[in-house]
């Protein structure tokens, strides 16, 4: 079964600080990575996906992220951030073929202060 | 604009009732999907739905069951409900069983006294 980690459960960066929030998952086939977000008060919305081809992918928001696949990684970056992206981040993982059960991380909560 | 919608917002049940809880895919998209999420954590897969087949299951319960209607629109029912399964209840739609990502719902908040 596939599993996913997110080494930063709470994070507080300035405005205009660079962003990288790690994400690891552990599964031996193909499989397609996701990063959602969630806004205070609203529900999770998608940020950026990666299905193949270019491993680095940009997402809405100037957010990207970059597969590695010898390190099972998929990490989010964003090169300044805004007190507007306040929001806890979940890094998902979902195995390909026949059906899309996506696993989900325990997320980050990310605080941005003016 | 006709997102995912679902219903109710929030409820509050005793121990040992029934919940059923509803949920509209966008137009179009024929898979549903219902996760969980407790406080604290990411959601956890319960069960997916595609042209009205069960397509996956997570590791809950047999108390937990759904189902998926010709509209494509979708019930979550869970029987002899615990404390245990207070938590806000996502579903999510997407246009195949594994394709795009999903486009969430607000979810059902669920309160269990």
């Known amino acids: 079964a596939q599993s996913v980690s997110q080494h930063n459960h709470h994070v507080i960066l300035s405005e205009a600080a660079s962003l990288e929030l790690g994400c690891n998952y552990s599964?031996?086939?193909?499989?397609?990575l996701f990063w959602y977000v969630q806004y205070p008060g609203q529900h999770l919305q998608l940020l950026l996906k990666?299905?193949?081809?270019?491993?680095l992918v940009k997402g809405i928001k100037g957010f990207e992220a970059e597969f590695i696949k010898s390190k099972f990684s998929f990490n989010l970056r964003k090169p300044s951030v805004q007190w507007s992206d306040t929001a806890e981040y979940f890094c998902?993982?979902?195995?390909?073929?026949?059906?899309?059960?996506?696993?989900f991380g325990i997320g980050t909560k990310l605080q941005v202060i003016p | 604009d006709a997102g995912v919608t679902q219903s109710p917002t929030h409820l509050i049940k005793t121990r040992g009732q029934h919940v059923t809880l509803r949920c509209s895919p966008i137009?179009?998209?024929?898979?549903v999907s219902w996760y969980q999420q407790v406080l604290g954590q990411g959601p956890q897969f319960i069960f997916q739905?595609?042209?009205?087949?069960?397509?996956g299951r997570g590791n809950f319960p047999d108390r937990f069951s759904a189902r998926q209607f010709p509209n494509y629109s979708s019930e979550l029912n869970v029987n002899a409900l615990l404390l245990g399964d207070s938590a806000l209840y996502l579903c999510?739609?997407?246009?195949?069983?594994?394709?795009?990502?999903?486009?969430f719902g607000s979810g059902t908040r669920l309160t269990v006294v």
């Open positions: 999510a739609s997407s246009l195949g069983p594994g394709e795009d990502g999903y486009t």
């Open positions: 599964y031996g086939g193909t499989v397609n």
């Open positions: 990666y299905f193949s081809g270019d491993p």
């Open positions: 998902a993982v979902a195995t390909t073929g026949g059906y899309q059960k996506v696993t």
């Open positions: 137009s179009g998209h024929k898979s």
């Open positions: 739905y595609y042209e009205k087949e069960e397509r």
